[in-house]
């Protein structure tokens, strides 16, 4: 019975066992819902997790504690960029040419429990609406790469070379 309802439950979409990118993204209702916001969001969101499982997919068992990735459309932060451990805050950013794009500041290494701190803020550091899943593939894999054993993310971002986390 209860395999039954899990079939019934992954066959609408709600998966039983979902993915950590699955579970540790969050995203603001952004721009769609709200007045404040800079950036689309949600449906952002929703593309870029299964986007996420299928481009880290080969290094997903390598991450023993889950990466969250927070999206907010504003600074007002209802998604909680800052104690992300990858935080996006929307705003509007210089696309090259004169004019302005959609795109968010990043945000790395924000982390609760017993020592919290929030995330470390790139300066002058921005991706574009569109390079946010290659962004999160680069660093992600950077992160692996580059290590302790044992070491959360949020520790790593600390200790980084600059280019790793850019």
Known sequence: MLDDLIAGLDAL???SRPSHWRRNLMACSGIEFCKLSFAETRVRAQH????LERRLEDINSQLDVPITVNINGCPNSCARIQIA??????QMIDDGHGG??????????????LDAGFGRKLRQHKV?????GD?????????????SEGERFAQWVIRAEEDDLR
């Open 48 to 51: 870029l997790v299964p986007e």
């Open 85 to 90: 451990d990858i935080g996006f805050k929307g």
């Open 100 to 113: 302005s794009v959609e795109g968010f500041q990043v945000h790395l290494g924000g982390h609760l429990g």
């Open 135 to 147: 962004y999160i593939d680069r660093v992600v894999r950077n992160f692996v790469k580059h290590r």
């Open 128 to 132: 574009t609406s569109d390079e946010l």
């Open 13 to 15: 979409g709600l998966q």
